[in-house]
């Protein structure tokens, strides 16, 4: 037997039988306080659990976790926090009163919640006549013209006679059948509706799991306050389980944490998922027509189950040609910032909390403080194509110019084979560079940045040639500092990496390949006379004091060290590389024909003196070509 899992909320209007028809349906009575049974009707979220067959399919059952809302007006925050993550509405409307004001209020939110299912159940068939039953049918028909939910399915019930309940079953059971499973993208979340504290097992908070699942054991993080904590145990509808799936309702045991440390609109999650911010970047956009509202309104801002106080930045307003606002919403959280998912769906209600403006959804979690007026044109692309990932992959690289392949859209909705194919079809139209690193997440760039970037870094490179052409090159500390904070660390050793073959790297410094270090102008005659020098007395050359006396000898001599023409046999003798190179090959000869010699066997050999014999022995030393065995010299094994 196979269960898929689901989860259904109650809509409607106040007093039209929404936890009568649960209880129903159920056998669980959705009110829980006091208060709801002393008045009658519901305050909070009430939950039960309601199992179907599949009509179809012998072995596969529906296990529904019902989400009881308030239908009073006073209470439409708690109905918003109850839809947040939820895979289909049972809107419930009475027979002999037919739509209200909250019926058309309800069906709104569930729009903007991204909510595509219903079925509509009207109650109270026993109490109506037929004009009264049909009426209410063709307002519910009106109502639901021309949305999304224009086809749902309309079943006359009585919950107090029974009548229409198994043709309301078999319509729920139909609709979950034509359902989609939850989505399991690898990110879950549980936003918090309820905490309590049970005796000897600590703090219990209880939500609707979304995104993937969460096992016991598990480490998770509480958004946004940031706090970590272990799961010690996990409930379904009362049922202890080992792992949560998307779709279930989920009590989680987190006994690191006091009752103090949470409270309903929190997120449970991963440590690395999502953003914590004081600000997004939103599209707008409501029923029947454009968001209206204006720049600098105040609003309440419903996302998952918390209720956030914000203001409201227009970027864009919405238009006949295009009815959605682009803005930014600053909240007001006193610097504790606010959790949110990249994609993300809420609702807006006006700061008097008595109707509801419009629904929206998040275009970027995390935006800069400054300069994000700058992404009107991404963030326009991004409400444009709200579920392809490749645009939203698009923007952003322009916006990070470069990240690591794990870190794209990390914090969005979008599943990681979603993103995965994404940029694979980016990188195939050439919108995208990736660059492999051994042992190391790929970096993804931006192509058309990256051209730019590689063709400054050549430029700078060429421009050094010309102005100092006796260096080998440009020094890569330089040539960093030069790009600025574009040039990360992870990113400029592939861009070093990728000038190849046309540049090449020797050391600390990078050069065009067909760059060969020369004097310039004004050093020319220097280096010429100190070339004469050398060349004159190969093993007897003047000190280098007399070699190079002033500045201009003094540069010159570097450079020809630094070009390997000259060599540095002690601080105050240098010897051209052609004379050191024929005295070791000398010294070579003369050690494998007599085996070992004294200096001044060495000396006689190469018919210098002593003042350049015993450093130049020296370095023969250091380079691994003598060794020497007390007065003597040997050639040096290996």
């Avoid at 279930?248 to 914590?276: C, E, F, I, Q």
């Avoid at 020809?560 to 105050?572: K, N």
């Amino acid at each position: 037997m196979s269960e898929k899992h689901y989860i259904l909320a109650t809509a409607g209007h106040v007093d039209h039988g929404k936890s009568t028809l649960v209880k129903a349906l159920t056998g669980t009575d959705p009110d829980r306080l006091p208060e709801e049974k002393a008045r009658q009707i519901t305050i909070g979220l009430g939950f039960a659990a309601l199992r179907l067959a599949h009509p179809r399919e012998a072995q596969t059952v529906f296990r529904i976790g019902v989400v009881d809302v308030p239908g009073h007006e006073d209470f439409v925050k708690n109905m918003v926090a109850g839809t947040g993550a939820i895979d289909a509405a049972l809107l419930v409307v009475a027979a002999d009163d037919g739509v209200m004001p909250q019926t058309r209020e309800h069906v709104q939110i569930l729009a903007y919640q991204g909510v595509r299912r219903m079925v509509v159940a009207i109650t109270r068939s026993d109490l109506a006549t037929p004009e009264t039953l049909a009426a209410a049918l063709d307002g519910v028909r009106e109502l639901l013209r021309g949305t999304v939910f224009a086809e749902a399915a309309l079943v006359a019930v009585s919950a107090k006679t029974g009548a229409g309940l198994a043709e309301l079953r078999a319509a729920l059971a139909e609709m979950f059948a034509r359902t989609p499973p939850p989505a399991d993208v690898g990110k879950p979340r549980l936003a918090v509706d309820r905490v309590f504290t049970v005796k000897g097992a600590g703090a219990v908070v209880t939500g609707t799991l979304s995104g993937g699942g969460l096992t016991r054991g598990q480490s998770v993080i509480v958004q946004p306050a940031g706090k970590v904590a272990r799961i010690r145990a996990m409930q379904s509808h009362n049922l202890d389980v080992e792992h949560a799936s998307p779709g279930m309702r989920t009590a989680l045991n987190l006994p690191d944490l006091a009752h103090a440390d949470l409270r309903r609109g929190d997120t449970v999650t991963l440590p690395t998922r999502g953003r914590v911010s004081s600000a997004w970047l939103v599209s707008l956009w409501r029923l029947g027509g454009a968001a209206e509202l204006r720049d600098q309104t105040r609003v309440h801002v419903h996302h998952g189950t918390s209720d956030l106080a914000a203001t409201v930045d227009v970027l864009r307003a919405a238009s006949a040609e295009w009815p959605v606002m682009l803005a930014r919403l600053r909240f007001e959280t006193g610097g504790a910032g606010v959790f949110g998912c990249t994609g993300d769906r809420f609702v807006v209600r006006d700061w008097a909390a008595r109707a509801t403006l419009c629904g929206g959804v998040i275009l970027d979690a995390s935006p800069p403080r400054s300069r994000w007026r700058a992404r009107e044109a991404d963030l326009a692309a991004r409400a444009r194509a709200p579920d392809d990932a490749a645009a939203w992959a698009a923007t952003a690289l322009r916006w990070e110019r470069a990240m690591a392949e794990p870190d794209l859209l990390h914090d969005s909705r979008f599943s990681a084979a979603e993103v995965a194919g994404a940029v694979e079809g980016l990188v195939a139209r050439g919108r995208l560079v990736r660059l492999e690193r051994a042992g190391q997440p790929a970096l993804l760039v931006e192509a058309e940045w990256w051209s730019d970037l590689r063709s400054r870094a050549a430029e700078l490179v060429d421009a050094h040639h010309a102005g100092h052409p006796e260096a080998r090159g440009l020094p890569l500390a330089a040539l960093r500092a030069s790009l600025g904070r574009a040039a990360t660390a992870a990113l400029f050793e592939s861009l070093v990496a990728t000038l190849a073959p046309a540049f090449v790297r020797a050391g600390e410094v990078v050069a065009r390949a067909g760059h060969r270090p020369a004097l310039p102008e004004g050093l020319a005659r220097a280096g010429a006379t100190i070339r004469t020098a050398l060349a004159k007395s190969p093993l007897d050359p003047p000190a280098r004091k007399h070699l190079a006396p002033d500045a201009p000898s003094r540069a010159a001599l570097a450079f020809l060290l630094e070009s390997g023409e000259a060599v540095e046999i002690s601080p105050e003798i240098v010897l051209s590389a052609e004379a050191v190179d024929r005295a070791a090959h000398v010294v070579r000869a003369h050690l494998r024909q007599h085996g070992r010699a004294t200096v001044s066997e060495l000396k006689m050999a190469l018919a210098s003196n002593r003042r350049i014999m015993v450093p130049l022995v020296e370095y023969f030393d250091r380079r691994k070509i003598t060794r020497r065995q007390g007065d003597y010299r040997v050639l040096h094994e290996g």
